[in-house]
C-alpha cells in the first residue's frame, strides 16, 4: 500500500513555493483585478485589464490541458457541482466587489500590500478573516445557508452532470466533442483580444505577468489534483486529496484559506488544526511580496490618515469576507481558479464581482463630488 505520510508537506511546500512566485510577480507588474478594473472604468487603460484576462486564458487552456492528460479531474472541485446557487454567488459577488474597492484591494492584493508595508491592508485582512470565518461556521452562516444557499438550480435536469460550460453545451446537444476544443477555442479568443492591443503588447512585463500568474493557477491544480491526490487513502480507503480544506481538488484563492489561517492559530494546540494548500497559499503570497519589496526596496509603512479611510477599509474587509465566501471565491478563486474549470457558476460570480467594483468606484467619484 502506498506511504503516503510524506505528501502533506510535500503539497503544502509547493502551495507555498506557487504562490511565493505569485505574490512575487503580482508585486512586480502591480496585479490588481480592482485596479485593472479602475483603471479602465476611470482613465480608459485597459492593460491591467488585458493582463488578467491573459492569465485567465493561460489558466483555462493549462487546466483544460490536465484535464485531457488524466492527470486532473476538474469535475472534482468546489465549482463544478451540478447545483448552482445563482443568488449566493450573485450576492457574494456584487458585495466581495463593492467590498474590495472600498478595502483599496482584494484579499490578494491586500496580502501583497502588507508585504509591502501597508498596515491599513493589514486591518483589511484581520476583519477580511474574521467576517469569512463568520460566514464558513458562524452568525453570517446561518444567514448564508437559509437566506441564499437554497435558491439554486439543478443542470442535471438537462442531463449535465457537472455544471462546467462545455458540459452543458452537450448536453443540450452540442455534442461531447466540445469537452475537448471548448476551452481551448476559448482561450485562445481571449488571447487574440488580448494581444490585439499595441500598447498593451509593448509593455512585456505585463504580458510575462500575465502568463506566469496563469501558469501558476495550472500547477496550483497539479499540486492539489494530482501530486496530492490519493484513489484509496491507506487509512480511511476513500478517496482523498491531501492536504485541502474543501476535500477536493484545489487551486489558489484567498478568502476561505484567510479565515482557515486564523483558525489555525487560534486553536494551534489542537492537533486536527494543520498546515493546508490554501493556507500555505496565503503564506506564499505574503513572503514572496515582502521580498520583492524588499529586494526593491520599495517596502514602506504606511497606515491611515483619517477614520473615514479606517472604516471604509474595515467595511470593505467585512464585504469581502461574507461575499468571497457566499460566492465561493474571491477574485483569484472565482477569478482564476474557478474560471478555469468553465464552471458556469463562476462566470455568474465574476461578472457580479465586476458589477459590484464599478458601483464601488461610481460610489467613491459621487463622494468626491459632494465632499
Known sequence: MQDASHLPALVTGLAFLLAAVFGAVATRVNFCTMGAISDAVNFGDKRRLRMWLLAIAVAIAGAAALQIAGMVDLSKTLYTGNRVSWLSLAIGGFLFGFGMTLASGCGSKSLIRVGGGNLKSLIVLVFF???????????????????LDPLRFDVSSIGAKTSDVPTILAALGAGDAIKLWFPFAFAAA??????????FRATPEMVIGGIVIGAVIVGGWYVSGHIGYLPEDPATLEEKFVATNSGRAESFSYTAPLAYLLELLIYWTDQSRVLTFGIAGVLGMLVGSAAI?????????????????????VAGGIMMGFGGVTALGCTIGQGLSGISTLALGSFLAVGAIVVGCVAALKYQMWRLDHA
Do not use: C, P, Q
Open 129 to 147: 478573516a474574521i467576517s469569512a470565518y463568520m460566514t464558513l461556521k458562524g452568525l453570517f452562516a446561518v444567514w448564508r445557508t437559509v437566506g
Open 190 to 199: 481571449i488571447v487574440v483580444w488580448v494581444l490585439a492591443d499595441s500598447d
Open 293 to 313: 519589496a524588499i529586494a526593491t526596496k520599495t517596502f514602506r509603512w504606511e497606515g491611515f490618515t483619517t477614520t473615514e479611510d479606517l472604516v471604509n477599509h
